[in-house]
């Protein structure tokens, strides 16, 4: 089996002693980035529509500061986190907890604040700094512990950090377009780590969940995935020639659609847990399908990129901190009331962000806020239930 499905708890003894919500990267980046993503999704929803115009206006601006946070600021902590944790798994050794993962926290919360209000400089310096400390520490203990198979995911932690420093250079530079284009392709570096964890993780998981479960796997398809998923967010996001980008995204969403249904997705309708994994990767070939529409100009780009950022990003991350958050705090891999209203409002934010301005365009301000309530209510609903447990030690006794 290889060393990337090891995602499981560890099992030596709780030799820890700090604050049990910084004894592993999950429990702080989980906390924090669902409370962010929340948050700041209802300011800009009120921001977006003039129900809300606060004192003080992020300094980049409404459209910037949304585009920036939500793909830097809130899905870096997530993957940070889930890299943290199951890096320590993956590589029998200790990544980040106590001090050290308090001062990366603190930096992503203090950079989070500063985006906000300023200065510019201060921001910049404080919100730089975080991908490329984490990416480092990461790629200290995969050294350490010689696993060369995962050395691309530090390597892409840097790559979304030097994304990140290339917005800033774009954003004082007078040049949102490029700035925009950064974040489009930060969100593509996510894409593609769904891609190849969901990859790795939705088979295994349904073969093990499901008795009986036939789950195919064909050659080309699993060749060709990732490539075709990088060149096709590339494309997009730094708009080659609009049919060029088409064929790419065409071809991105036949093989995710391929790869979908050998891993028997219909049989993981009675298990949540599970199939909002599923679900979260279906967004895979429909977002390309609309991003390839886009490219021809019959779709605003807006409601195509909307479809992999809350579709494949959002339902993926709800789907992944609910199921690491169980396993690593000791508990039965199993969801309840909580969970399913989390996964259903998720799903539903996606399929109405989508949906809603294709349908009917002339209600798309009605649909966005719709679409962010939804959004905000999922993220609530995780915290409701699982901030006890991430704020406390694992109820076997073990560390983590």
């Known amino acids: 089996m290889s060393v990337l499905l090891q995602i499981s708890p560890p099992t030596p003894s709780n030799s820890y002693r700090g604050l049990p919500v910084l004894a592993l990267g999950f429990r702080p980046f989980y906390l924090l980035a669902a409370a962010f993503g929340a948050l700041s999704v209802l300011a800009w929803v009120a921001m977006y529509l003039g129900w809300w115009q606060p004192a003080t206006q992020p300094w980049l601006g409404a459209m910037l500061w949304h585009a920036h946070e939500m793909v830097f600021g809130f899905a870096a902590a997530v993957v940070v986190g889930f890299l943290f944790t199951a890096g320590k798994n993956w590589t029998g050794l200790q990544t980040p907890q106590g001090t050290w993962l308090g001062i990366l926290a603190t930096v992503w919360l203090a950079a989070r604040v500063l985006m906000w ?3 510019a400089w201060a921001a910049i310096a404080v919100d730089i700094a975080f991908l490329p400390l984490c990416s480092a520490s990461f790629y200290r203990i995969l050294r350490r512990a010689k ?19 290339g917005f800033h250079v774009a954003a004082l530079a007078g040049r949102p377009d490029w700035a925009l284009h950064a974040t489009e392709a930060a969100t593509g570096l996510v894409v593609i780590f769904v891609t190849v964890i969901g990859g790795r993780i939705i088979p295994m998981f349904t073969g093990n969940a499901i008795p009986g479960a036939r789950i195919r796997r064909w050659t080309m398809v699993e060749r060709s995935v990732i490539g075709l998923t990088l060149l096709a967010t590339m494309s997009a996001a730094f708009q080659a020639p609009g049919p060029l980008t088409a064929v790419l995204a065409a071809g991105a969403a036949i093989a995710h659609g391929i790869r979908l249904y050998g891993w028997n997705p219909l049989g993981t309708v009675r298990k949540p847990i599970l199939f909002i994994l599923h679900l979260a990767y279906a967004f895979l070939p429909v977002g390309f399908l609309l991003i390839a529409a886009a490219a021809l100009g019959w779709l605003d780009r807006s409601t195509a990129l909307h479809a992999l950022t809350v ?53 798309k301000p009605e649909v966005i806020a719709v679409a962010g309530a939804l959004w905000a209510l999922s993220l609530v609903s995780y915290l409701i239930k699982y901030t006890p447990f991430l704020m406390r030690p694992r109820i076997d006794g073990k560390e983590g």
């Not at 995962?150 to 994304?163: E, H, P, Q």
């Not at 969970?339 to 301005?357: F, K």
């Open 117 to 119: 209000t300023g200065p």
């Open 147 to 165: 696993s060369q198979r995962n050395y691309g995911l530090a390597i892409a932690l840097g790559i979304m950090g030097a994304l990140n420093i």
């Open 311 to 363: 579709g494949v990003i959002g339902c993926a991350i709800i789907a992944m901190v609910t199921r690491t958050a169980l396993g690593h705090t000791g508990r039965q891999m199993q969801s309840g009331h909580m969970e399913h209203l989390a996964y259903l409002c998720m799903v539903l934010a996606a399929v109405v962000r989508v949906a809603g301005p294709i349908a009917m365009p002339e209600a």
